[in-house]
């Protein structure tokens, strides 16, 4: 079996509604055990009074009001011979001959259960989620207009799959010889909207080639899907950066990264990753990896190499507040889009502070336009909320915009390119490292620190400010004017 390689994860946010359902339901009841072996009987053959009372050992008093009980209910007649014998009624009680009677009920019930605006699958009563950290996905507006209608169609239709699925109250699943099916659907009530979040993960095979996407099982038609995902990939394409990575190479002083780079495909060779990797595994001070630095795996290789730093100064007891850590994001379109960023996030704050020592000091560079660039600094607003108590708008243009770092001063660096090769992967592939060498980390750590002090021109600095403070500035513009 082949091998694949995951190099990227994105979230992406489907619509979905959830509704208040109440329906009437029709399920099959098993008879009392006198009334049904009577008309089991009955079934195979019209009989006398005194033939079922001689079947059963009933006494005299005892077939009477068993008959007469059946008779009232309209299940026992007597035919033209004077037999006892089923009526319509009682005669849709059988599937087949010999088979048990079963009586249809109708009741009443009420479900709270979500559906996706695409496919109208049911996803149960969904956890709440918000709309950021992931790249939303748009349905037809006559999807959202009409959900209630479309909905109520999706559940009748669907009804046993969401039954099989213990989606439904227990009471229509507590005899597994059951079989309810929907009679009606009284109301389909819309009582709130969040999205469904799609984790897609983007593979290459052993040889550096995309691999086709997979399908998503909690969707009735995931081609669809495909299909939207498809079409918002193609809106946020780049051309390609190779000339702009190479330069940034360069000035990083990095001569092992481009060599994982075929140059006639511009895709990733994996075999040079391995060997890379057997490399550094002797220097102890760098080591490459693929993918997001926020994605788990890449997160924990981080966490293995910080822990000395830190663990040393928690055990010298040193409190340096004035000591930075800087994470600078790249204006890749794909940086962010996903959960894991919070993860990532949460730590990188909280891991500043022990319960009495200052670690560093943490500060998030989010790149934006200028300082009066409102759509970017209210995207990361929403994106990244409430994480924000540290971050800074940085002016875009750092390494040209391919580049994240992220760096503790005199102590580790990490570097990561976000390489946009359209003609091979749907999405930008981020190859990094970190790296502990002092000269290396001191190289990396000045051109981060030159282009945040540096500035585009006459009170233009690239660090805009807090990303809290312009947004402050601007809703007070906004009341002067």
């Given at each position: 079996m082949d091998r694949t390689f995951k190099y990227h994860a994105v979230d992406f946010l489907l619509p979905a509604q959830r509704f208040n359902i109440h329906f009437s339901y029709v399920s099959q009841r098993g008879l009392p055990f006198v009334?049904?072996?009577?008309?089991?009987?009955?079934?195979?053959?019209?009989?006398?009074?005194?033939?079922?009372?001689?079947?059963?050992?009933?006494?005299?008093?005892?077939?009477?009001?068993a008959v007469a009980d059946l008779v009232t209910r309209e299940e026992l007649m007597?035919?033209?011979?004077?037999?006892?014998?089923?009526?319509?009624?009682?005669?849709g009680y059988f599937s087949d001959l010999g088979e048990a009677p079963k009586l249809a009920l109708l009741q009443d019930s009420w479900a709270r259960l979500c559906f996706d605006l695409a496919t109208l699958s049911c996803h149960g009563n969904l956890r709440s989620d918000k709309w950021k950290s992931g790249i939303s996905l748009p349905v037809a507006t006559e999807s959202i207009a009409k959900s209630e209608s479309l909905v109520e169609k999706a559940f009748q239709h669907q009804f046993h799959e969401i039954l099989n699925k213990n989606l439904l109250s227990k009471s229509l699943t507590q005899d597994e010889k059951d079989n309810p099916t929907v009679y009606t659907v009284n109301t389909v009530n819309k009582i709130g909207q969040m999205p469904l979040r799609l984790t897609v993960n983007f593979n290459v095979d052993e040889q550096g080639r995309s691999v086709e996407r997979e399908d998503f099982e909690i969707l009735n038609d995931s081609d669809y899907v495909q299909?939207?995902?498809?079409?918002?990939?193609?809106?946020?394409?780049?051309?390609?950066?190779?000339?702009?990575?190479?330069?940034?190479?360069?000035?990083?002083?990095?001569?092992?990264?481009?060599?994982?780079?075929?140059?006639k495909t511009?895709?990733?060779?994996?075999?040079?990753?391995?060997?890379?990797?057997?490399?550094?595994?002797?220097?102890?001070?760098?080591?490459?990896?693929?993918?997001?630095?926020?994605?788990?795996?890449?997160?924990?290789?981080?966490?293995?190499?910080?822990?000395?730093?830190?663990?040393?100064r928690i055990k010298n007891g040193i409190n340096d507040d004035q000591r930075s850590f800087i994470w600078l994001a790249s204006s890749d379109p794909y940086w962010?889009?996903?959960?894991?960023?919070?993860?990532?996030?949460?730590?990188?704050?909280n891991k500043a502070k022990t319960k009495d020592k200052t670690l560093?000091?943490?500060?998030?560079?989010?790149?934006?336009?200028?300082?009066?660039?409102?759509?970017?600094i209210k995207q990361w607003k929403n994106e990244l909320d409430p994480d924000l108590e540290n971050a800074h708008g940085i002016r875009e243009g750092f390494l040209g915009g391919n580049v994240e770092v992220l760096a503790l001063e005199r102590?580790?660096?990490?570097v990561v390119y976000h390489m946009s090769f359209p003609e091979s992967y749907p999405v930008t592939m981020p190859v990094g490292f970190i790296c502990t060498d002092s000269k290396a980390v001191n190289l990396i750590e000045t051109l981060?620190?030159?282009?945040?002090?540096?500035?585009?021109?006459h009170e233009k600095p690239n660090d805009c400010g807090p990303i809290k403070k312009l947004l402050h500035n601007q809703k007070e513009k906004l009341l002067i004017s």
């Open positions: 009334r049904e072996f009577v008309l089991r009987l009955v079934h195979l053959s019209p009989m006398t009074k005194s033939q079922i009372s001689v079947f059963f050992g009933f006494s005299r008093r005892e077939i009477d009001e007597l035919n033209e011979t004077g037999r006892l014998a089923l009526t319509e009624k009682s005669i299909q939207l995902i498809t079409i918002e990939l193609d809106r946020l394409a780049r051309p390609n950066n190779m000339i702009e990575i190479a330069k940034a190479m360069m000035q990083i002083n990095d001569d092992f990264t481009i060599k994982l780079i075929e140059s511009h895709s990733i060779n994996l075999n040079f990753l391995e060997d890379l990797h057997k490399i550094e595994e002797n220097s102890a001070k760098r080591i490459t990896f693929i993918g997001p630095l926020y994605s788990e795996e890449n997160w924990a290789l981080l966490q293995k190499h910080l822990a000395p730093a830190l663990n040393s962010s889009k996903s959960n894991r960023l919070h993860v990532a996030l949460s730590d990188f704050y560093y000091s943490p500060t998030l560079y989010l790149p934006i336009e200028n300082s009066e660039d409102q759509r970017a102590e580790l660096a990490v981060v620190r030159k282009y945040i002090q540096g500035s585009a021109g």
